[in-house]
């Protein structure tokens, strides 16, 4: 009978999420990930993967999953201290922490586990931790977990972390915490700022790495070094599952006596089973490819200028920002959904984003911006916005 009356209520919850239009309905992709994809039996452009560089499905990549299958078997069926450790996971651990020139890393199914694990070992009630009041869920649930003292500093504000840290003096540690790219607004976190701070209120820097690991800085090491500060952010954590390929895995990684006590301490790398081994091994390919991957950082980075570009000259407006986050802001969520769909009829997949994923009044569409685009794909979007902008009355 409870089952029952649970039922009720949560089919009463679902038609409050419809009515506000806040349901979220999956469209299917009937093909692999990629710069296309088919979509109701069409080919469609897409704009809304985190397929930067256009690594998801690479085929070197494709290939080492399939040799890691075949040297290193399907699953560990255990978690990595009783018998889930393979050399291979030690060897994408050392990469991990090479590629950002930290001492270890230590890897978990995915960065959602490696936020949700990394605040309550490290941090007890003596402790603060600031978090960017936009910082990611999987961030806000970690925290959440940790009995330290909790600050939630205004996006980007420096003067109120400033105050905040003030406030926060006769903790014993202090720790402040800031995704490097915020997702919604493609924006990066002001790392050289908060560095500044840090050693001034003697804090420690870590940072969530998703959006950046791979593609941004010369060498692709993410936020840090597009900022010039990666010897200075102490623990970073990323995952596998964006530009590094695209399945899933994620790592903290920083200090050999942190990670080592994680390894002792974090609850979803103790209680929960090893990173499959055809995808450790695949990301080991994914991480030489970054590595070699200066053309393709160049090609993103030449694919979004464009884009923005020619956006900006058709009269949309772009919010600014660093990253191929490319945010095109139309205010009222209904044009958001509008405009979204009317895309996709012209062959461009991308999504309308609104309250309360984004502040109120300020509904967008989000365009991912990939190094796998070709020209004909960018132009074809970009007069697709063009289009249906003056279609819908965006622009004149
Ligand atoms: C995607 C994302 C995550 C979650 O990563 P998964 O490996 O998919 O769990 C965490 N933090 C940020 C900022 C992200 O964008």
């Known amino acids: 009978m409870s089952d029952l009356k649970l039922r009720d209520h949560l089919r009463n919850e679902i038609e409050t999420l419809k009515k506000a239009g806040l349901y979220k309905r999956e469209r299917r992709i009937e093909s692999p990930q990629g710069a296309t994809i088919q979509v109701n039996g069409r080919l469609v452009v897409n704009f809304c993967a985190n397929n930067y560089l256009g690594l998801a499905n690479h085929p070197e990549i494709v290939e080492a999953a399939h040799e890691g299958l075949r040297r290193w078997g399907y699953g560990l069926s255990s978690v990595r201290f009783i018998c889930g450790t393979q050399d291979l996971h030690k060897e994408l651990e050392t990469k991990v922490a090479r590629f950002f020139g930290k001492e270890d890393a230590i890897l978990y199914i995915s960065c959602f586990d490696a936020n949700g694990g990394l605040f309550e070992p490290l941090l ?3 402790d603060a931790v600031l978090s960017d009041e936009l910082n990611h869920a999987s961030i806000i649930d970690g925290v959440r977990l940790c009995k330290a003292k909790r600050f ?10 400033q105050r905040q840290l003030e406030e926060a003096k006769g903790c014993r540690f202090r720790m402040i915490f800031t995704d490097s790219v915020f997702s919604m607004d493609g924006d990066v976190a002001k790392l050289a700022d908060i560095c500044e701070l840090a050693d001034k209120y003697d804090a420690i820097v870590a940072i969530d790495d998703c959006h950046g690991t791979g593609h941004l800085g010369e060498h692709g090491r993410g936020g840090a070094e597009l900022l010039g500060v990666l010897d200075r952010v102490d623990i970073i954590t990323s995952t596998l599952g964006k530009t590094a390929g695209g399945a899933s895995g994620g790592f903290t990684t920083g200090r050999a006596e942190m990670v080592d006590w994680l390894r002792n301490r974090s609850r979803p790398y103790l209680f929960s089973n090893s990173v499959p081994p055809s995808l450790a091994f695949a990301a080991l390919k994914a991480l030489e490819l970054i590595d070699g991957g200066k053309d393709l950082r160049e090609r993103l980075g030449k ?10 000259a058709a009269g949309l407006t772009v919010k600014a920002g660093p990253t191929p986050i490319l945010p095109v802001m139309l205010g009222d969520a209904a044009l958001a959904t509008r405009m979204a769909e009317r895309l996709l009829e012209h062959g461009i997949y991308c999504i309308g984003f609104s309250y309360p994923v984004v502040p109120q009044g300020q509904a967008r569409i989000r365009l991912q911006v990939s190094a796998a685009h070709s020209d004909e794909q960018i132009e074809k979007a970009i007069q697709a916005f063009a289009s249906v902008g003056k279609e819908l009355g965006v622009v004149k």
Not at 152 to 161: I, N
Not at 303 to 312: G, I, P, S, V, Y
């Open 124 to 126: 007890g009630e003596d």
């Open 152 to 161: 939630r500093y205004k996006h980007g504000d420096m003067a109120d972390l």
């Open 303 to 312: 694919n979004t200028r464009k884009m923005r570009a020619c956006l900006e």
